[in-house]
């Protein structure tokens, strides 16, 4: 069974530049997750999506995040501009179901990551 | 709002000894809980978890009990190995929402 795949697996940037990260979940899973690791720290949420609706985007700077599923499948999120707080490791995960499901279906896949500089 | 609080590391252990990783948590309801590893060069992968109180989970000899008049959820292993050298994050999700710990680096000396 394929994972979770992400890219870019590394972008470098420049402060006020866009960057756009792709993440495709696990086959058959309606969960979605975005997370931002800074290093040294544990990951964050910033969005969930439950096949193409959002869950929580509570903790997103939705003046400068954004993020989509449109077709319930893969997701892109989506900086801009960036900042040099930006840089971190952003990690995508998916389940079968969410969160808010008890039971053995809401363990959660993570892909590689995509590391991010800001310069 | 919820969250986890994990003993600080780094932790450096010769293989074969006592590995305790202590974990505490705050959170509205009943949450489930997670240890998740990451190995190096790796990303992120589920180790064990718990989803009631006294439940014990387990997975390639880590151990970790839900306790919750202590709410605690300590990572435990009888004996580490040189492979076990990885960083460890402690996890909650209640209410549908997750809540990660920073964060353990555990270093494996031969």
């Known amino acids: 069974e394929a994972g979770v795949a992400q890219s870019p697996r590394y972008k470098i940037i420049e402060k006020r530049q866009s960057v756009a990260f792709w993440c495709n979940p696990i086959?058959?899973?309606?969960?979605l997750y975005w997370y931002q690791q800074i290093l040294g720290q544990g990951p964050k949420l910033l969005i969930q999506f439950q096949n193409n609706g959002v869950v929580d985007d509570s903790q997103l700077p939705k003046d400068r995040f954004s993020a989509e599923r449109l077709k319930g499948v893969d997701s892109t999120l989506k900086i801009q501009p960036a900042k040099l707080e930006d840089s971190a490791v952003y990690l995508c995960a998916s389940s079968f179901r969410g969160a808010f499901s008890g039971g053995p279906y809401n363990e959660q896949f993570f892909g590689p990551g995509t590391r991010l500089t800001v310069l | 709002g919820n969250s986890v609080t994990q003993m600080e590391g780094p932790v450096t252990l010769s293989e074969e000894a006592f590995l305790t990783i202590n974990c505490t948590y705050t959170?509205?309801?009943?949450?489930?809980l997670f240890w998740y590893v990451q190995y190096p060069g790796e990303g992120l992968q589920l180790l064990l978890k718990a989803t009631k109180a006294d439940d014990k989970g387990s997975n390639k000899g880590f151990e970790a009990t839900y306790r919750k008049e202590t709410t605690s959820f300590h990572l435990e292993k009888g004996s580490v190995q040189v492979s076990d050298s990885a960083v460890y994050f402690c996890a909650l999700t209640a209410a549908g929402k997750s809540t990660f710990g920073d964060g353990t680096t555990l270093t494996v000396k031969p």
């Open positions: 959170a509205t309801g009943y949450p489930s």
């Open positions: 086959s058959g899973h309606a969960t």
